[in-house]
Structure formats: C-alpha cells, structure tokens
C-alpha cells in the first residue's frame, strides 16, 4: 500500500524542528572550537547559536507552546 506524502504543515513543521535540532548541535560542536574574529579568540558555536532563538521561536508559532517544549527537551 503507497502512503500519500505529508500535508504541507506536517513538512514544515518537521523541518523546522530538525533545523532546529541540527543547528542546536552544531552549535554544541562549534563550542569546542575556537574561532579569531578581529584578533579575539571566541568558540566558534557564537556564532550558530543564536539562530537556535529565531528557530525555536518559529517552531513555537509554527507548532505550539507543548511541541516547542517537547523539541527543546
């Protein structure tokens, strides 16, 4: 039996949550890495991590309060 795909807000909403995931551990991993900026020493993860805030916040509107909760956890 052929599954019909996804409807439009099931897909975004998954890839939404999965950006979010994957930005998350990026950032986990760039922590560990140090970047020079202008001379400073910074760990790298400074700069994905805030663009985890814009994407929870989109899969809160997207989603709801208990599925952004649930994709933080």
């Excluded at 986990?28 to 805030?50: E, H, M, Q, R």
């Excluded at 805030?53 to 649930?70: E, I, N, P």
Aim: hydrophobic letters at 55%; charged letters at 15%.
């Amino acid at each position: 039996m052929r599954s019909l795909p996804p409807p439009a807000s099931l897909r975004a909403a998954i890839t939404l949550t999965a950006l979010y995931i994957a930005a998350q551990i990026l950032s986990d991993v760039g922590s560990l890495k140090i970047a020079f900026l202008a001379g400073f020493a910074v760990d790298a993860g400074t700069f994905i991590y805030p663009v985890t805030f814009t994407l929870r916040d989109l899969v809160h509107k997207r989603l709801g309060r208990q599925a952004a909760r649930l994709a933080i956890l």
